[in-house]
């Protein structure tokens, strides 16, 4: 858990430019690979990911303006890029903006369970990198190069070797 909504910030800042960086490796072309049909696009993921980011902070009173998030993905991967990274950045002016050290510690409740607010944030990012390691599951099935996310990826570390 955090002990400051500075600890989130901080944490957030990281986590947020690693997930831009991976979807910023997606190609439109490639957002229509799916692990199997039903499930899981790439382009579907990518904009769940994007849409997560204004959902849990809406959900327990943390407000900013998001674009359409419940609109269908869209088929440009630089529109996902770009739009998460909009929401990124205004959940990072929200929760500075209206959110206090003692506010963290207020118990909420999200989807059905009462949790202190910190531990809200704890699950947004720790529901993204879930998400964001699916991501790059399907990203390499697309034929698209990984980028390194908690370490250098496979094409990286070739990269340093040579």
């Not at 903006?97 to 607010?117: C, R, Y």
Request: aromatic residues 8%.
């Amino acid at each position: 858990m955090f002990t400051s909504v500075n600890d989130f910030l901080n944490e957030w800042k990281q986590e947020a430019a690693v997930t831009k960086k991976v979807l910023d490796a997606l190609t439109d072309e490639s957002l229509s690979q799916e692990v199997a049909p039903g499930l899981y696009s790439i382009g579907s993921l990518a904009w769940h990911i994007t849409g997560a980011v204004y959902y849990f902070p809406s959900q327990v009173g943390v407000n900013f303006e998001a674009p359409d998030l419940q609109k269908e993905a869209p088929k440009s991967a630089a529109e996902i890029s770009e739009t998460y990274q909009t929401v990124s950045q205004r959940l990072s002016q929200a929760a500075s903006d209206q959110i206090s050290e003692e506010k963290m510690n207020e118990v909420v409740n999200l989807f059905g369970t009462d949790m202190p607010l910190q531990a809200v944030f704890r699950l947004l990012i720790q529901h993204q990198a879930h998400h964001r390691g699916q991501l790059t599951v399907l990203m390499r099935q697309a034929g698209l190069k990984v980028p390194g996310v908690y370490g250098p990826s496979k094409e990286e570390l070739e990269a340093m070797k040579s």
